[in-house]
């Protein structure tokens, strides 16, 4: 019999990415306007920001499962990734560009350590 989805899970998981996305977006936002000028990095700060959110997700997912971090990291990674870039497709109607690779580069790596480091964290030395 398969497992029953822990939906609870799955929401905390979600706050967590967008809470930290909206947090580091504040941090890059303010650091923008106080330099006056740098807007044209906008672009590459939101996905950074981005990268960070699903990074804190896949750490704290990986943690609560105990195992498979990378697989962990990938799923949450690749499910953001598909995510955003529907939304892009709805607001633009550029199907693919450079920043879509640079996207997928960023979410999937930092997601990937997230996973691994939260397999790797003190509470599951067992797995190291």
Request: proline residues 2%.
């Amino acid at each position: 019999m398969p497992k029953k989805i822990d939906y609870i899970f799955l929401l905390k998981v979600l706050i967590i990415e967008v809470l930290t996305t909206v947090a580091a977006m504040f941090l890059f936002a303010t650091i923008l306007y106080f330099l006056e000028g740098g807007y044209q990095y906008s672009p590459l700060f939101a996905t950074i920001s981005l990268g960070i959110g699903t990074m804190a997700a896949s750490l704290y997912a990986a943690k609560k499962v105990g195992q498979r971090g990378m697989l962990v990291g990938s799923i949450i990674g690749g499910v953001t990734f598909i995510l955003i870039t529907l939304l892009s497709l709805m607001a633009s109607k550029d199907i693919f560009t450079v920043n879509t690779l640079f996207k997928l580069i960023i979410v999937m790596l930092l997601s990937l350590i997230g996973g691994v480091l939260g397999v790797n964290s003190k509470q599951n030395q067992k797995y190291i």
